[in-house]
């Protein structure tokens, strides 16, 4: 029996495989879009066989001096070997290449059987059909994974359920496309499976458009209800270009643009699976302020699918709210401004602010890095310690002081204080006497130390509660944390266990 078998050449997504009668109808469908070259014994066939597969794993020496498509795959069929396939397959010449693509379409070759007529073929092939043209404004979608996969990755998609052998509104749909490049992503359907998750029916045409730019939540198999809401369909003629346009450009600007509250801007800042975030900051009772929203909703389309772009009034509870929950210092004075977040992960994102207030530049000279992420920092402090003698870091000295004193030997206590924090304030006695205690003991050894953390982000530090309190110690590669409740006994136990001079922290009892 003949042993059926596949070989995978690279050639950036093609395929070439060796096709018998098992495997035939799979790589069929697994493998769109398929060129299949039927051979035979005859001399044509020899012939042109060699340069079949040259150009099948990009080897060709003509392939050089061309762009042919890199996204077809290649099948290859002895039709001596495999007599029952081709009985199956009705085809009785050979050579013969068929190309298959979209389930049941398929299309013959007719020219000459040489490498130069084949590769005109394919690259002519190539431009005309939808299916194969990587740059074709329209992607098909066969199956539901692919489905999910579109509406996960992208904020605005246009989607056409048609038919195949209707052409009109395919044709329509691409023209629109071809003149709308920005913004939404495009896609066809053919297979009516995939229908009903656009709430239509089999043989019906539909034109619907998935919007997730008011909602920050991933869709799956297990939501297919929920995502449906966020479905929107055209009533119009769906055979006319110039309707589909309009209904996109309109709805585009309508949807595309949000008014948040510090609560939804929690949530777009702090999501890493998001675009980054723009942001107007402005006085809603201010009339002065309206010229600046009308310039975030026009600048909305251009930056869809790059960045979320919205408006927040900043006014009383907000202002402080995102001064103390998202550290964005806002000078009510200095209104409108704009800020950024670009997500880093689920609890840090990059800040930027002072950039102009065209919302479509801000974004581009942060993406070109002309506008650098900034952070809360007190820098170099003229005075190193306070009152108490304890040694006050910030973003600048924290990690190169912690390094260079660990380096020593010296173990490095930090206390995290914030201004507003009356549980901090209580602390801080217990803190200072821990320190005051054991001060001569410890010189060399272990150093007491305080950061303001409203005032300095530190990277890669994640503090939810205070009072906060770490340990770095020499030798070991992560600092401790104390969880117990923060009083000066429990604080002298813990530095006595954590650290690497936790006799000095000892409490002596007398026998």
Not at 359 to 371: D, K, L
Not at 399 to 416: A, C, L, M, R
Not at 422 to 439: A, S
Request: with cysteine; hydrophobic share 35%; proline share 4%.
């Amino acid at each position: 029996m003949l042993l059926i078998f596949t070989l995978l050449f690279s050639l950036g997504q093609s395929e070439l495989v060796y096709l018998g009668y098992k495997n035939y109808t799979m790589a069929k469908k697994e493998h769109q879009p398929l060129i299949v070259f039927y051979y035979g014994d005859d001399k044509q066939s020899k012939k042109f066989l060699d340069d079949f597969i040259a150009i099948a794993t990009g080897q060709h020496s003509l392939q050089k001096t061309g762009t042919y498509p890199t996204n077809i795959n290649f099948g290859l069929v002895n039709s001596v070997e495999e007599k029952k396939l081709m009985e199956k397959t009705q085809i009785q010449v050979t050579p013969s290449i068929f190309l298959f693509y979209a389930d049941t379409q398929k299309q013959k070759y007719s020219g000459a059987y040489n490498a130069q007529a084949f590769l005109n073929w394919l690259k002519k092939t190539y431009r005309d059909s939808p299916e194969l043209n990587e740059f074709y404004p329209s992607s098909l979608l066969q199956k539901w994974d692919q489905f999910v996969n579109k509406i996960n990755s992208f904020q605005l998609i246009a989607f056409l359920a048609t038919p195949e052998y209707r052409v009109s509104p395919l044709k329509a749909f691409v023209q629109a496309a071809k003149q709308l490049p920005q913004g939404y992503v495009f896609c066809h359907i053919f297979n009516p499976e995939l229908y009903q998750h656009l709430g239509l029916k089999k043989e019906e045409s539909g034109l619907v458009i998935y919007s997730k730019l008011e909602d920050l939540e991933d869709i799956s198999e297990e939501k297919t209800k929920k995502y449906q809401t966020y479905l929107y369909r055209f009533k119009g003629d769906i055979k006319n270009t110039d309707e589909i346009l309009q209904f996109l450009k309109i709805y585009a600007f309508k949807k595309g643009f949000v008014y948040v509250d510090d609560t939804k801007f929690q949530k777009l800042s702090r999501r890493v699976d998001l675009l980054p975030s723009i942001m107007l900051l402005y006085n809603k009772t201010n009339p002065e302020h309206e010229h600046y929203v009308q310039q975030m909703q026009d600048a909305r389309y251009p930056l869809l699918n790059k960045a979320i772009v919205g408006v927040l009034d900043v006014n009383g509870d907000c202002e402080e709210r995102l001064e103390r929950v998202y550290e964005i210092n806002v000078n009510t004075t200095q209104l409108p401004q704009l800020i950024a977040m670009k997500p880093i992960d689920d609890n840090r994102f990059y800040k930027y602010k002072n950039g102009p207030l065209d919302p479509i530049q801000f974004y581009e000279q942060i993406q070109s890095g002309q506008i650098k992420p900034f952070y809360r920092d007190e820098g170099i402090l003229q005075n190193l310690y306070d009152g108490a003698g304890i040694y006050k870091l910030t973003r600048s000295t924290y990690y190169p002081f912690i390094k260079e004193q660990n380096d020593k030997g010296i173990d490095v206590v930090v206390t995290y204080t914030a201004k507003k924090c009356q549980p901090c304030k209580d602390f801080r006695p217990d803190y200072n006497e821990v320190f005051k205690k054991h001060k001569q003991a410890i010189e060399g050894k272990v150093i007491f130390a305080r950061c303001d953390i409203e005032n300095n982000e530190i990277d890669d530090l994640h503090i939810d509660n205070y009072p906060h309190v770490k340990l770095y110690a020499a030798g070991k590669e992560h600092p401790s944390t104390l969880h117990l409740q923060k009083t000066e006994e429990n604080l002298t136990q813990w530095l006595s266990e954590q650290s690497n001079y936790g006799s000095i922290f000892k409490v002596k009892t007398d026998l």
